[in-house]
């Protein structure tokens, strides 16, 4: 019984990083509208960059965690 458990807190966390994958991304698409708009204003343009590269990095981690958790839940760890 505690394997459900632990399979369904596991999926949850996945399913977490995977939403936030999701929203980084949303955010993103949106980011590079922005910095378009303010293509003429370098210092708005450079910081919007800046903040996305980040978020970039993020979005990453968070790739990277979900799919950890799913190749534990699937005995494929690493």
């Known amino acids: 019984m505690g394997h459900t458990v632990d399979a369904k807190w596991r999926d949850a966390d996945a399913v977490a990083f995977e939403t936030r994958?999701?929203?980084v991304?949303?955010?993103?698409?949106?980011t590079e509208d922005l910095v378009?708009?303010?293509?003429?204003?370098t210092v708005?343009?450079?910081?919007?960059?800046g903040?996305?590269?980040t978020l970039r990095s993020r979005r990453d981690d968070?790739?990277?965690?979900?799919?950890?958790?799913?190749?534990?839940?699937?005995g494929k760890v690493e």
């Open 21 to 23: 994958v999701q929203a």
């Open 25 to 30: 991304n949303d955010w993103l698409e949106h």
């Open 36 to 41: 378009e708009m303010f293509k003429d204003d």
């Open 44 to 49: 708005i343009a450079s910081e919007l960059r």
């Open 51 to 53: 903040v996305a590269g």
């Open 62 to 74: 968070f790739e990277t965690s979900a799919q950890r958790l799913r190749a534990d839940m699937n």
